[in-house]
């Protein structure tokens, strides 16, 4: 399932799909049409359904309490107990989150909030001991162009909070999850033991990939959007709970993402 150049830009395409904002677009226009075209009584039923169907769409994928719902119950699944217990033949693994490219106004590439997020989460596992070598996984994910290697640009991240270059492997072909545990698979061999480093909502996604490649996973998760499990904290909803929120979109959008990814790779026989 490693794609040739032509189908990851093909993969790419279609997870616009997947994306509540296309969702929305796609029905704005819809209502545009219907009400663009000459008057009928099948278009002004159509035209109506569709614009509460959008309405009601908008009011969903804007809901504090959906996103909790949601979010929670993807970060629930591997929720840590501090600092896990050390192993002197393991290896910490940190996904990439992604690079925003130089331009007139960023003089250089940089790691997202994502990546340098998770790059500090394993540099601290290091420094505190937990394994002695630390992999970063991530290569150029842009379908146009080319660009340094996400995981070169994190060993140097890593390398300006004190671990030494000589502890850092990179791994930088990997563009998908799936690609992340297989070529770190050809990386450690038979070295079964790895702490995993990646935001918590993308936990459940990429340790179910780890494990189908024979690793024993240690979840990190690091960077969590909610503060409780999905049952609780009910007892402080406000009123401000149920008005619509951009964050509470790229939230919902972010775990729709999750879960449609984890639903392809079952489909594809790949968890």
């Known amino acids: 399932m490693e794609l040739t150049p032509f189908f990851f830009g093909l993969y790419k395409l279609v997870k616009y799909g997947v994306y509540p904002l296309t969702w929305i677009v796609g029905l704005s ?11 009928s009584p099948a278009r002004q039923r159509r035209l109506r359904i569709t614009a509460a169907t959008l309405v009601s769409l908008l009011f969903v994928l804007t809901s504090p309490l959906v996103a909790h719902v949601l979010v929670a119950a993807l970060e629930g699944e591997h929720r840590p107990s501090g600092l896990p217990a050390p192993i002197a033949n393991g290896t910490i693994v940190v996904l990439g989150g992604g690079l925003r490219d130089a331009g007139s106004l960023r003089p250089r590439i ?12 394993g540099a601290d596992l290091y420094h505190h001991g937990i394994a002695p070598s630390l992999i970063v996984t991530g290569g150029d994910a842009r379908v146009f162009g080319s660009g340094p290697a996400e ?16 502890s850092v492997i990179t791994e930088v072909q990997a563009r998908t999850t799936y690609e992340n545990a297989v070529r770190t698979k050809h990386l450690l061999g038979d070295r079964a033991s790895i702490f995993l480093v990646t935001s918590a909502t993308h936990m ?5 990939l780890f494990r189908t490649q024979g690793f024993d996973v240690i979840p ?19 009123i ?3 008005l619509p929120a951009t964050w509470a979109f790229r939230e919902i959008s972010e775990a729709i993402e999750e879960l449609a990814g984890i639903a392809v790779y079952r489909l594809a026989g790949k968890l």
Do not use: I
């Open 29 to 39: 226009g819809l209502v545009l049409l219907f009400a663009w075209l000459p008057v």
């Open 204 to 208: 459940p996604r990429a340790a179910a």
């Open 110 to 121: 940089e790691l997202t909030e994502e990546s340098m997020r998770q790059t500090v989460c």
């Open 151 to 166: 995981a070169t640009v994190m060993k140097e991240f890593a390398g300006r909070l004190g671990v030494p270059a000589a």
């Open 240 to 242: 401000f709970d149920v």
């Open 220 to 238: 990190y998760p690091c960077g969590f959007h909610e503060r409780n499990r999905a049952t609780e904290g009910w007892e402080t909803t406000s």
